[in-house]
């Protein structure tokens, strides 16, 4: 029986040599390091700017804290996504405002949106959900006929483009993850890209407590202004370190995601009572974070037990997302969100499993998950 984790860190003597060198170095904050990083993402992406950040989530927050959100204003988020996306504008006092997800893709449903836009709506954030890419221009096209702010949630989408565009650069900011089992990781960290000089000049400022001047631009150490309120939001110097490294493996990263994706959507295309989301197709090029196979009426009422018994067999496997963020207990007893109101989403969260296909695993994984899930279905009755 094989051993196949949903998700894996990509490390290896490169990342570890470069984490030693920067605590070898004295300097663990503040220092080359993290210019490297930001400069290999912003010639990845093709982004004017780029800023590391300790997390997605705290360059989202830093987004909403750039605009000045604050209670009685409102922030159009996806229903099916990760809580960071809605805690982000709630913890500037803003209200998240849910919209339900599309059938095929499982992003945000652009034909709902002007149904929820109020003069009170500040800004749209949307997801690339599973790393698939939204349809930017007809999204772009609603909210700049309401001049709303567009923040793109990409933190499962380094490698996602639509029309050769990367995400994070169709509107105004996009904002990254690199989580243990993203596409890259630094451990735990983030980042924010625009093209913008403006919000970024801002943004670097803020992520460290407002402070004008850091450590290399001082005249006499110690001696530094603080012009606006700011957060201890950096990134340090090993996690920059790792990151640099992992940079430089994103293509080949990438290229097996994609090989890995093709495979499993071919074993699975012809069997019974599942859907299989849409990905890479015309302008849209998916990152293939992983793959969502949802249960139909047959297995979807044992999908736990589907679940236990993939589990068994060596497959991991993860669900994206376990509710709808205004179905979890705090979304719903603060604002009384139903969950009739976001079928879709509802939908996708009771009836998918979610499967892997990182760069951790290789042909024969592919083929034993995939003999392995008709196996276990074919037990299901």
Known sequence: MRTIPFGRPMLGDAEKRAALEAMDSGILAHGKRIVEFETAFAAFTGAPHAIGVASCTAALHLV????????????????????ATAHAAELCGARPVFVDAEQHSGNLNIDHLEAVITPRTRALSLVHYLGMPVEMPRLLEVAQRHNLFVVEDSALAIGTCFDGVHAGLHGDVGCFSFYPVKHIT???????????????????????????????????????????????????????????????????????????????????HSVADITLLQSTHGPFQSSYYCHSMILGERYAPRRAAIVAMLNAEGVGTSVYYPHPVPRMTYYRQKYGYRSEDFPVSAWISDCSI??????????????????TIRAVLGKVE
């Open 64 to 83: 909403y804290f750039y605009l000045g959100l604050g209670p009685g204003d409102e922030v159009i988020v996806p229903a099916q996504t990760h809580t």
């Open 186 to 268: 630094t451990a735990e960290g983030g980042m924010l890209i625009t093209k913008h000089r403006e919000v970024a000049d801002k943004i670097r400022t803020q992520r460290a407590f407002g402070i004008d001047r850091h450590f290399g631009e001082r005249k006499i150490p110690g001696i530094y202004d603080v012009q606006g309120l700011g957060f201890n939001y950096r990134l340090n110097e090993i996690s920059a370190a790792i990151g640099v490294e992992q940079m430089k493996q994103v293509p080949t990263f990438l290229e097996r995601r994609r090989a890995n994706y093709e495979r499993l959507t071919a074993g699975l």
């Open 354 to 371: 979610a499967l892997p296909v990182g760069p951790h695993l290789g042909a024969e994984d592919i083929d034993y998950m995939i003999d």
